[in-house]
């Protein structure tokens, strides 16, 4: 192997084609302090192509790399490859990895707090000294054990659910209680203690992306972002990672519960009346725009400070309401976990200082349990201006992942500056994925019927016949589609095991389906077809390697009728870069169906077909968004192409 490679630790005994090419260009532009985008397909070995580059320049500089996967499993992947880096080198190699903190959270009130809502739990659980797992992780009597753990789990190259289970079992060293509590250690808290200026910190995009925890969370690792050398996996996930962490929204129902928070612990009118002065903004505001069927309109910030502040007595104004009902908040969280009243303060305050452009402002109007629901939103468009604060603040930047296609729109969306390119091919070979494009059929809304789904139908029955040993997964563009379809399909004559993904499944009931999927016991012997939506979790980071899946279908594009959002994003992108439609609306479907075909080939040794259902892949609008790999043969017989693939048993001979 090239002397370069042994002395950066890299740590396997070869190098795929494209990997080394991608490893060098990381090496340079850390080293001349730039940042770069990579759109490495699956099966180049990313991860490690990504950190063996870091980790030695950081090391060698005295810096922490940070790497980003919204993943556990990714986590978990990250710290077999610092392991592996670690047994290259013969150096130690400090880590820590952080999920979601309610995640790590051993406290046996957890699970009665929603997410939104756990933060405030917690905190109210350290400040009052209700968290026996916290006052063991700080006690310092214990300083000598909680090392001890910390070193066993780095010594046992544990994940992050090994390393909470060690902390949920490790009791103080103590004879006599309560001179400690008889708890375990909180695992988030000596992750943090584990962190300080560790080499490698393991953790999720928020950390870094969300103003608030990022402060936190540098301060925990002890780095500024400057001595950050960050690598960001499945990178195309980040701009609606920061859409959604940048969306806040106020509704009716808060300032209901606001008011009788109000009437707990404040007993004068003149608090109220903000809350009221904000009611009869929203509801003046919804009565003269006349929303009539519609479920949301545009509104702008300035309509709403007019008439709110025209409401103020003379003198007052929105800033002061705020610091008012703030003061509310403090006295509420004395003896509460939540504070409305605060919340209301937040998103005044958020509605007052965040500015438009990257901004969009909506009335929304639900209706639940007979009763309407009117609330105000405030959704991010424009995620370049969070971005770029945080990845031209560091010393490097890595953006990588299978899908950064095309990879300029994400160098423009998330405004990476001083940045570089690179776009690798498939290691994997053309004969490994057969691609069709079935182009006598579209979900295009003009041209959908029931004798379209009919269709759909007849191609998707005659696919499955034909591969009835093999597992596979068809992927539509919306559950009420998907119904439409399978209206047509006899499910029985299948002969597999049906598993079908329904609207509000649970992360458990999800993963329960992967493994039946996996399963290859009892009934299960028999092979599986998923039907799932192309723009849900299980187009996105399932690893069904060999013949665990065979075939993917993927039936039409993933493109709804444009809304407010949609309609907001295409505008500001049209008047940004001149590619409203193709930043805003094209582009991310496409990255979907790749997403989702992507799901067939995940190593070297594995053959597959993709099949496209929609006769719009075969237009060059779409067509060129397509991995080079992907050679798209339009067909209008499926089956036998399909067919006659797997009945070569050799693929060099195909
Ligand atoms: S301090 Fe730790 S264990 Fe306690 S509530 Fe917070 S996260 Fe949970």
Redesign the pocket.
Known sequence: MDKFFEQINFPYDSIRKGQDDFIKQVYETIKLKKNILVSAPTGLGKTVSGLAPAIYQAKARGLTTVVLTSRQTQANQVIKTILDIQKKSGKPISYTAFIG?RS????QD?DLYPAQDFNEF?KK??TTGK?G??INAKNTEHEEQRKSIIDTSIQAGMGVEGFVDLCRVNKPDVKEYPKASKCGF?P??LAGERAFQADVVICDFNYLFQQGIRENFLGKIGRTLEECIVVVDEAHNLPDRIRNAYTFSLSTELLKNALSELKDYVKDSTYDNYIHYLRDTIEEIYFNKGLGDKTEFLITKKEVLDLYNNKLPKNEHIGGVVETLQEVEMRVKEERIISHVGRVAAFLEKWNEIGEEQYLRLLEKNVKHDKTILSLKIKCIDPSEISASVVNKTFSTTLMSATLSPINMYKDILGVGNATTLELDSPFSKKSQLTLVIDDVTTKYSARSIDMYKKIANHITRLLHTTEDKNSIVFFPSYDLMQQVLNHINIVSLNKKVLREQRYMTKDEKERIVDDFKSNSGFSQKAKVLFAITSGSFAEGLDLPSDQLEMVIVVGLPLGVPDNTTNAIIAHYDKKFKKGQLYGYIYPAMSKIIQAGGRCIRTTEDRGVVVLMDNRFYWPMYAQSFPKNWHLQKTKSPEIETSNFFSTKDPMDF
Do not use: S
Request: hydrophobic content about 20%.
């Open positions: 903190k790590m959270c051993i406290h957890r917690c659980a350290r968290c797992h916290y909180c988030y808290e």
